[in-house]
């Protein structure tokens, strides 16, 4: 039996009982001289008025302190005791230890850096998988996997799922037990040629320069996919043998959407274990954080949704030297000006994991800013309940910078634009194209909304005929054309923090990390392979364990020159690991 948490961890707090407000005459009913009917309800407004201001002050609920109107932030943020594995057992203690040595730090830089060596690249035009030449990269990347991880290959039951994707399945001595599935992804995004001599080591060199690994994939994700592997083979080497399945399942077009990879080994691991057949699942993610004076574990319980809008206009050609008033280029700039000139709504819904983190701030962080803990004070009473009135909160929130921002708004970003031939044509056609990533609370409707509004005031100007989402495959002459990608994604479903899995994950993390380290939901604004993994359980979560506190916070270099990874974070990712597939392995749920 496992070392259980004292508490419940972080529950996300009920709404506070509503004020009961009379309006008319400033709360304040008039004194006539005989009570008339009109008279007699408003002084019984005033009597409930008088009772509910009575029964708040007298009758204390959850999240206020006795007889104060200011919440107990600690409430809402408990934290769970560290938590190590029961089992007595010399080898998998020599196990452990043997994380700190230099002996295995140094296989561990020659596993990474062999890893980030090998070229990997996923591709927005792929074709299929069998017939595109380039995915034949994956036969390498998976050989050198195999010839790494001898114990893993030879012990564990390894599937090819759609010939690249790899799915390891390690059968538990219970099979009662729902399985633990730990996720990566073998593939990166290509390195612009251009950029290379921007690198300060090649892109592809796995070079070690005494802190660091450098190379594409190394913090995104093959240090966590190397970092499990390495988990199970010193297991392995242990003779461990668990009572609970655990699962490892690496796709290999996440960085393309997930559709040839995850989506067939979501779809393999369902057909086994059934709908909400996994106990919990730990993916790339989010990390640590330091703010406010304190060390926030983040592990990502929610992310935002997608949609891309391609938008494409079609005007007359013609002769560049008699040219119309205005292009189609100049048409669609109008366009994009009022589309970048206003923002979605920045707003905090209290199912938002960064809600809970702002009250775990006001709880345990001695530089949290005195007007965020006033505003959450009165969010706790009054929950924003008019979407029209601003959300004063999320506001004041959003001014530590736009990776707060936009963990609490829409994002909207003009990212391709194509159109136009030849200096001396007139462009027939111009498509930009949109990315949005959807704030909890939000859903892509808000966003096909707003552009059909903005899109048919342009039309109207240019008297253009407007197809707004119709489902037309191809653009009318004199027209604008909508149309949302086939790739869009609601928003996730939000995680449980108030349940045994997140107990488990954090009380992992404060055993690693220490005590002081305070764990909190976090939020992704980007999308991972768990895109696909939702009806497999409601305990997901896309976490990056690795910690360096001498380490840039962040995402740092990902997708851009220079990615690298610190050797510290990766050990470390590697203990966690460790203990998490322990204590899951122990937990009961």
């Known amino acids: 039996m496992e070392k259980s948490a004292a ?187 251009e950029t290379i001599d921007a690198w300060t080591h090649p892109p592809w060199s796995g070079h ?102 391609d938008i494409t206009i079609r005007m007359p050609g013609g002769h560049s030297s008699v040219p119309a008033d205005h292009t189609s280029i100049g048409v669609i700039s109008d366009l994009i000006t009022r589309i970048e000139a206003e923002q979605y709504r920045t707003h905090l819904e209290s199912e938002n994991p960064y809600f809970t983190q702002l009250q775990c701030g006001a709880a345990h962080s001695p530089d949290f800013p005195a007007k965020l803990k006033d505003l959450l004070a009165q969010r706790r009473r009054a929950p924003v309940s008019c979407r029209a009135r601003p959300d004063h909160l999320a506001v004041e929130a959003a001014k530590q910078g736009p990776e707060i921002k936009y963990l609490m708004q829409t994002s909207q970003a003009v990212d391709v634009i194509a159109g136009g031939v030849k200096i001396n044509a007139l462009p027939e056609s111009v498509t930009v194209k949109v990315n949005h990533r959807i704030n909890v609370g939000d859903t892509a409707q808000l966003v096909y909304g707003r552009l059909t509004k903005l899109a048919g005031a342009v039309a109207d100007k240019f008297n253009l005929t407007l197809h707004a989402f119709d489902g037309g495959k191809s653009e009318a002459p004199s027209s604008i054309t909508l149309a949302a990608s086939r790739n869009a994604i609601p928003v996730a479903p939000v995680t449980p923090v108030d349940e045994k899995p997140f107990e488990v994950l954090a009380g992992t993390i404060r055993a690693l990390y220490g005590e002081e380290v305070v764990v909190t939901p976090g939020i992704m604004t980007g999308n991972t392979d768990t895109r696909y993994y939702w009806d497999l359980t409601r305990h997901i979560f896309r976490f990056g364990p690795g910690y360096d506190p001498d380490d840039e916070a962040g995402i740092g270099s990902i997708h851009t020159v220079n990615e690298k990874v610190s050797v510290l974070q990766h050990v470390n990712a590697v203990k966690w690991f460790t203990l998490f597939v322990l204590n899951m392995d122990e937990a009961e749920l």
């Open 208 to 309: 070690y320069d005494g802190k660091y690994i450098w190379g594409r994939g190394a913090s995104d994700c093959k240090n966590q996919l190397i970092a499990t592997l390495e988990t199970v083979e010193l297991l392995l080497e242990a003779k461990f043998q668990p009572k609970r399945t655990l699962l490892l399942s690496f796709g290999f077009d996440e960085e393309c959407s997930g559709r040839q990879g995850a989506a067939q080994l979501s779809s393999a691991i369902e057909a086994r274990y059934g709908k909400d057949g996994i106990a919990v699942i730990v993916d790339e993610g989010s990390g640590f954080e330091q703010t406010w004076g304190t060390t926030f574990a983040k592990p990502g319980t929610a992310e935002k949704g997608y949609t891309d809008v």
């Open 7 to 193: 508490s419940t961890v972080l529950p996300l707090a009920n709404g506070p009982l509503q004020k009961i407000r009379n309006d008319d005459n400033n709360g304040q009913p008039a004194r006539p001289r005989r009570l008339v009917p009109g008279a007699l309800i408003l002084a019984l407004t005033f009597y409930l008025y008088i009772s509910v201001a009575f029964m708040r002050t007298s009758w204390p609920y959850q999240g206020l302190d006795d007889g104060q109107q200011q919440p107990t932030f600690k409430s809402h943020c408990v934290q769970p005791d560290a938590l190590f594995p029961s089992q007595n057992n010399t080898e998998l203690q020599r196990v452990y230890d043997y994380l700190s040595t230099d002996s295995f730090r140094t296989a561990s830089i020659d596993r990474l850096s062999g890893a980030v060596k090998v070229k990997s690249v996923s591709f927005d035009d792929l074709g299929a998988v069998g017939e595109d030449p380039r995915w034949d990269a994956f036969y390498d990347f998976s050989a050198y996997l195999k010839a790494t991880f001898p114990l893993i290959h030879a012990q564990l039951d390894v599937e090819k799922v759609n010939t690249h994707g790899l799915l390891y399945t390690w059968t538990g001595s219970d099979s009662s037990l729902r399985p633990t599935l730990l996720m990566a992804h073998q593939d990166t995004v290509p390195v612009p040629a």
